[in-house]
């Protein structure tokens, strides 16, 4: 049982989802130019060891997670608002009346 949002919440809602999102793109946008630029100089400018793989590995684990937890996980996301309405079902049955206190 969602309570409705009133036009103040769904806008405060929106700003933080479409800031969120917007976090994850320059994320992404920084981590490919980034990448790109170490790519070139592991290449053709230090010797002929891959070490760029290493860094582009690891951040880019993190530019993964980071897109779960905005996507995925984030405030508003299908998947936790789901978990948030069990959880909140079953609780509601342990207490017995499914009526919030």
Same mark, same amino acid.
């Given at each position: 049982?969602?309570?409705? &949002?009133?036009? =103040?919440? #769904? =806008?405060? &809602?929106?700003? /933080?989802?479409? $800031?969120?999102? &917007?976090?994850?793109?320059?994320?992404? +946008?920084? *981590? +490919?130019?980034?990448?790109?630029?170490?790519?070139v100089? $592991?290449? *053709?400018?230090? @010797?002929?060891?891959?070490?760029s793989?290493?860094?582009?590995?690891?951040?880019?684990?993190?530019?993964?997670?980071? @897109? #779960? $937890?905005v996507f995925?996980?984030?405030?508003?996301g299908?998947? /936790? =608002?789901?978990? +948030?309405?069990?959880e909140r =079902?079953r609780?509601? /049955?342990?207490? @017995?009346?499914?009526?919030? /206190?």
């Open positions: 049982m969602n309570t409705p &949002l009133n036009s =103040e919440e #769904i =806008e405060r &809602l929106a700003h /933080r989802r479409a $800031s969120a999102k &917007l976090g994850w793109y320059f994320h992404a +946008v920084l *981590y +490919v130019l980034v990448n790109l630029v170490m790519f100089t $592991s290449k *053709y400018g230090f @010797g002929t060891r891959p070490w793989l290493f860094p582009l590995l690891g951040w880019g684990l993190g530019v993964a997670l980071h @897109g #779960i $937890s995925v996980l984030g405030a508003g299908s998947l /936790r =608002e789901h978990m +948030v309405q069990k =079902e609780l509601q /049955r342990e207490r @017995g009346d499914g009526t919030p /206190r």
